[in-house]
């Protein structure tokens, strides 16, 4: 009798290990099957570049961004801060452009969101400059003793109002450079032949820009009105 309970207990034993073994492979079955067909998870995606060139007031502007991995269509966006004035970003391109209006840093925060997940938020910092002040004037016109005069130098560029004065050279006696680029007055009889000098000029940006031009103005010889004058006692 004790020999036949061993066996029924051995039995017993080996069925519930064939058991445990039937359920493990049952479940590596099912976990191989899942890790099979799953979709892989796929990284936030980075934007590119770093970071964008800086601009000019005035003169158009493009900068286009990337992001890695994406799956398309995308959708960009500015969660933060805002670009230059003037500048927009193209939602489906990921293209900043248009025409700076105005001078100054900007920064702002950029995300795109594709099919599967939105990415991080890249920062980025767009400096807007003044353009450089240029000259518009490059002649004077002629002068004459005795005559009255008014001539203008005129620039662009920078931001207005303008300051202008002379950092070498003189002006014929008679005539002055006023702050707002007018060069007015009357030579003085004598003054006739060539004078050059140097103009420099500045604008109102923080901190300014500056840019210097030489000129020079002919005065010529003036007519004068003989004077007679009859003594009393003739």
């Given at each position: 009798?004790k020999?036949v309970?061993?066996?029924?207990?051995?039995?017993?034993?080996w069925?519930?290990g064939?058991?445990?073994?039937l359920?493990?492979?049952?479940?590596?079955t099912?976990?191989s099957?899942?890790l099979?067909?799953?979709?892989?998870?796929?990284?936030?995606?980075t934007i590119?570049?770093?970071s964008?060139?800086?601009g000019?007031?005035?003169?158009p502007y493009?900068a286009?961004l990337?992001a890695?991995?994406?799956?398309?269509?995308?959708?960009?966006a500015?969660?933060?801060g805002?670009?230059p004035?003037?500048?927009n970003?193209?939602?489906?391109?990921?293209?900043?452009s248009?025409?700076p209006?105005a001078?100054g840093?900007y920064?702002?925060?950029v995300?795109?969101?594709?099919?599967i997940?939105p990415?991080?938020?890249?920062?980025f910092i767009?400096t807007i400059?003044?353009?450089?002040?240029?000259f518009?004037t490059t002649y004077l016109?002629?002068a004459?003793?005795?005559?009255?005069?008014?001539?203008?130098?005129?620039v662009t560029?920078g931001k207005?109002?303008?300051?202008y004065?002379?950092?070498?050279?003189?002006?014929?006696?008679?005539?002055?450079l006023?702050?707002?680029?007018?060069?007015?007055?009357k030579?003085?009889?004598?003054?006739?032949?060539?004078?050059s000098?140097?103009?420099?000029v500045?604008?109102s940006?923080?901190?300014?820009i500056?840019?210097e031009q030489?000129?020079s103005i002919?005065?010529?010889?003036?007519?004068?009105?003989?004077?007679?004058?009859?003594?009393?006692?003739?």
């Amino acid at each position: 009798m004790k020999f036949v309970r061993r066996n029924k207990r051995q039995s017993l034993k080996w069925a519930i290990g064939q058991g445990l073994c039937l359920i493990l492979v049952c479940v590596l079955t099912v976990s191989s099957a899942f890790l099979l067909f799953a979709s892989p998870v796929q990284a936030q995606p980075t934007i590119l570049p770093s970071s964008l060139p800086n601009g000019q007031v005035g003169t158009p502007y493009s900068a286009t961004l990337s992001a890695a991995p994406l799956t398309c269509p995308c959708i960009w966006a500015i969660t933060s801060g805002a670009p230059p004035p003037g500048l927009n970003l193209n939602p489906s391109a990921g293209v900043i452009s248009g025409i700076p209006t105005a001078a100054g840093s900007y920064q702002f925060f950029v995300t795109v969101t594709d099919t599967i997940a939105p990415s991080t938020q890249q920062g980025f910092i767009i400096t807007i400059t003044q353009p450089p002040l240029t000259f518009l004037t490059t002649y004077l016109e002629t002068a004459k003793e005795g005559e009255g005069y008014n001539d203008a130098i005129q620039v662009t560029g920078g931001k207005t109002p303008y300051t202008y004065s002379i950092v070498s050279g003189t002006l014929p006696t008679g005539l002055i450079l006023t702050s707002s680029g007018y060069i007015s007055g009357k030579p003085e009889k004598g003054t006739a032949g060539s004078y050059s000098f140097v103009v420099k000029v500045t604008d109102s940006t923080s901190p300014s820009i500056s840019s210097e031009q030489s000129f020079s103005i002919l005065v010529e010889k003036g007519g004068y009105e003989a004077t007679i004058s009859i003594g009393s006692g003739l």
